[in-house]
Every structure is written in structure tokens, then in C-alpha cells.
């Protein structure tokens, strides 16, 4: 590791995790990814900003050593996850003078997940302020990206904002700055898509919030630093609108080659119709790019064979992963073959409703598909057509 300057009196000192593939045992890591840890030198006091994985704080140790760092004053806490709190016990130990500064709700989650000792913890409200002595950090508490306690600093004199996980990105990269590496937005893309969309309603809130600030640099906890804001927030503003995409997404499994054939008439059927598919076979899908392909599609409709009386369970994982990612999609649907009967199309439509979602009603076909069930895949196509012609909200 090596420790970046990134502006007088701010060096960058975390973490570039090359090999990890797995976070929370659940989100692909195909890039790798980062974690960003930020040292910020005033004239009289010394603040670090996040720190890194516990299974890598011995690079942040030897950053922080190559950095000349031999009082620590305080440890900014902007979010209590693992992946960047989780190393805070060992620096508490290493530089025993130093404090943790963060807000009320992160300081009990901090005291239940890593039991921190309290009175190593200076707890700040909202806009407060921290002098370091020619540099000044103020806080904005911003509740539920991701987590309830999260919050952002802004270094006023540099005009920087320090925001953990809020416009980060899964990605292992050499580039300190986004606008060094091809594929960043992407990244963010589908780091949006796996971990904030839920939370597009809170997103919306605070970023017209973060307009009184004056931005100039955007420092995340994973990935590269945005040197240019209005990049990552500008495409923020897009996804958390309630623009739609022309778009048609199809989640699908098939076990005796039933249901892919639905899926290959029905997405045909679609195209003549002029609205983009974008099918994802669930056997070999990668769930991070179906998520992301969610983030503006108008309509998903979930393809599925019947497995004893219910939904195959790759579909059924779909369904929930729709239902936690909470996707602005306004119109769903089911397709699928059975043999004997069961409750699928219920099942799968308690896990995917929404107040402001129609469910159409599904195809479900016994057996293999004959010419009436591709009649009725064609019929399923024409009213996703016609709702999408007539939605003002869906972009053409």
C-alpha cells in the first residue's frame, strides 16, 4: 500500500482488496474492491476519517506509520458496518489518545457490534463542526444510506466531502481518481443497485440536501474519488427519479427446457413490439448485473417452472430479491409451465407486489408451450406494449 496525497493536509491511507469476491457472503465482487481511509492533518490536531476490513488493518497500520502519524486525536466514524468500522478497536489500541467522533445512533450500534468503550466516544449532532486547526470537518447526519446511523463529513476548506459508502463502488484499482478509470460509473451502478436501492426515497431527500454544500471533491469508502461530482450525483438523480426505462426485465429458470422456450417466444414477441428484454437465466446469472438491470426497467416479468406445488427456488430467490431491492418497476408479471397444479403465481405475487406495481395477470402453461400458450405469451406482450406506450413516466 502507499499513502496518496490527495490535497495539503489530506492523504488518502486505506486499502485496495484485489482478490475479494464475496461481501456479506452474499454481493459478487467481480472488481475486487476498496477501503478508503482518509487522514486529515490541521495545524493542531490529526483526524482519521473511516478506517478499513479488520483483515486488512495491518495495511492501514503501516499506512498510517509511513504517514508519520504518531498521535492520533480522532477516528471519524461515519458509519459503524464492519467493512469500515470493524478495524477500530486495533487503532483505539495503537493510539490510545484518540476519540471517536460520530453521532448518537452510530455510537450505540458502534458500543453493540465492536463493544467500543464509551468514554473513548465524543458523540456530534447534526452541522456540528470539528477544528483541527486550519481545517474544519462538519458533520451531516444522512439516516438510511445504507444503515440508520449513517452520516457524511465535509472538510470545509477543501471543499471535500467524506462519504463512506453513499457514491462508492465495488472496484480493486490502482487509479486514486474516478475520471483515471474506464468503468467507474458502471461499478457505482451496480453498487447502487445491490445496496442503496432500497433506500431511493432517503437517497432523494439528501441529495437535495447535499445541494447547499459547495462539492468539490467526493471521497467514498470503496472505489475511486470523484473529482468531478456532478458525475456520480447527477447519475444518483437519475436513478433514485421516477424515470423509466423502455424495458423489460425477465428473471428466469427452467428445468426441462418449458419455461426457456416461453422466455424465448415471449422476449421475440416483446422486440417485434419494440421494448428492449433483458432475460437473465437464474442457473448462471449474475445477481449484482440483474440488480442493476432493475434500477429503471418499467416492467419484470418472472419466468418459472412449478417444483412440487410452488415456484423453483432460484425463482423464488429472485422474487425476494426483487422484493428487498424495491426496484421502481410499475408493472410485473409471471410466466411459466406446471404439471399437476400449485400455488405459484400466488406465491410469487405476495413477493413482489407493491403499492404502486400492477401485477398483470400470468401465463402459466401445463406442460410444454403449444400455439395457445404462444398466442397468450403474445396477448401478455401486447398489454405490457400498451401500458408502456401510454405511461408519460416510461422514456422511449
Same mark, same amino acid.
Given at each position: ?26 454481493? @459478487? ?5 476498496s477501503? !478508503?481511509?482518509?487522514?486529515?492533518r ?11 476490513? @479488520?483483515?486488512k /488493518?495491518d495495511?492501514? &497500520?503501516? !499506512?498510517?506509520?509511513?504517514? $508519520? ?13 464492519q ?15 484518540a ?20 468514554? +473513548?466516544v465524543?458523540?456530534?449532532k ?48 490502482a487509479a ?19 445496496i &442503496? ?6 437517497i ?21 474519488i470523484?473529482?468531478? @461530482?456532478?458525475? *456520480? &450525483? ?5 436513478w433514485?427519479?421516477?424515470s423509466?426505462?423502455?424495458?423489460v426485465v *425477465?428473471?428466469?429458470?427452467? &428445468?426441462?427446457?418449458s419455461?426457456e422456450k416461453? /422466455?424465448?417466444?415471449?422476449? !421475440?414477441?416483446? *422486440? ?8 437473465? !437465466? ?28 410452488? @415456484? ?29 397444479? $400449485? ?5 410469487v405475487?405476495d ?14 402453461v +401445463? $406442460? ?13 406482450a401486447?398489454? *405490457?406494449?400498451? +401500458?408502456?406506450r ?7
Amino acid at each position: 500500500m502507499a499513502v496518496r496525497k490527495m490535497a495539503e493536509g489530506v492523504e488518502w491511507v486505506g486499502s485496495i482488496d484485489w482478490s475479494r469476491r464475496l461481501f456479506d457472503e452474499l454481493i @459478487p465482487l467481480p472488481s475486487g474492491t476498496s477501503y !478508503n481511509a482518509y487522514l486529515v492533518r490541521g495545524k493542531g490536531k490529526t483526524a482519521l476519517v473511516d478506517t478499513v476490513d @479488520p483483515t486488512k /488493518v495491518d495495511e492501514l &497500520m503501516v !499506512n498510517l506509520a509511513r504517514a $508519520g502519524v504518531k498521535r492520533l486525536d480522532y477516528v471519524v466514524v461515519n458509519h459503524a458496518e464492519q467493512d469500515h468500522a470493524g478495524s477500530i478497536p486495533m487503532i483505539l489500541g495503537r493510539y490510545p489518545e484518540a476519540k471517536l467522533v460520530t453521532n448518537e445512533k452510530c455510537a450505540e450500534m458502534l458500543s453493540l457490534l465492536l463493544h467500543v468503550d464509551k468514554e +473513548r466516544v465524543m458523540q456530534v449532532k447534526d452541522l456540528e463542526a470539528l477544528e483541527l486547526g486550519g481545517l474544519t470537518l462538519k458533520f451531516h447526519l444522512m439516516p438510511w444510506v445504507h444503515w440508520p446511523e449513517t452520516m457524511v463529513t465535509y472538510l470545509e476548506e477543501e471543499k471535500m466531502l467524506f462519504t463512506c459508502d453513499f457514491f462508492g463502488s465495488h472496484l480493486a484499482t490502482a487509479a486514486l481518481y474516478a475520471d483515471e478509470e474506464p468503468g467507474v460509473l458502471e461499478a457505482a451502478k451496480r453498487y447502487y443497485a445491490e445496496i &442503496m436501492m432500497p433506500f431511493r426515497s432517503s437517497i432523494k431527500g439528501h441529495l437535495e440536501q447535499l445541494k447547499k454544500l459547495e462539492i468539490e471533491t467526493i471521497a467514498p469508502s470503496h472505489g475511486p474519488i470523484w473529482r468531478d @461530482p456532478s458525475v *456520480i &450525483m447527477d447519475a444518483y438523480r437519475e436513478w433514485v427519479s421516477e424515470s423509466l426505462e423502455d424495458v423489460v426485465v *425477465i428473471p428466469y429458470v427452467s &428445468m426441462h427446457g418449458s419455461t426457456e422456450k416461453m /422466455v424465448e417466444h415471449f422476449s !421475440n414477441a416483446l *422486440i417485434e413490439r419494440g421494448i428492449r428484454v433483458k432475460p437473465f !437465466n437464474l442457473a448462471v446469472t449474475d445477481t449484482g448485473e440483474l440488480a442493476k438491470a432493475l434500477i429503471g426497467a418499467a416492467t419484470f416479468v418472472l419466468g418459472t417452472p412449478t417444483v412440487l406445488f410452488g @415456484p423453483h427456488p432460484k425463482a423464488v430467490y429472485a422474487a425476494y430479491l426483487i422484493s428487498v431491492l424495491k426496484p421502481k418497476a410499475r408493472y410485473a408479471s409471471l410466466i411459466g409451465s406446471y404439471g399437476w397444479g $400449485g400455488k405459484t403465481a400466488k406465491m410469487v405475487s405476495d413477493l413482489v407486489s407493491a403499492p404502486e406495481r400492477e401485477i398483470i395477470p400470468p401465463v402459466l402453461v +401445463r $406442460g410444454y408451450p403449444n400455439r395457445e400458450a404462444l398466442k397468450a405469451l403474445d396477448a401478455l406482450a401486447d398489454q *405490457i406494449a400498451e +401500458r408502456h406506450r401510454s405511461d408519460p413516466r416510461i422514456r422511449r
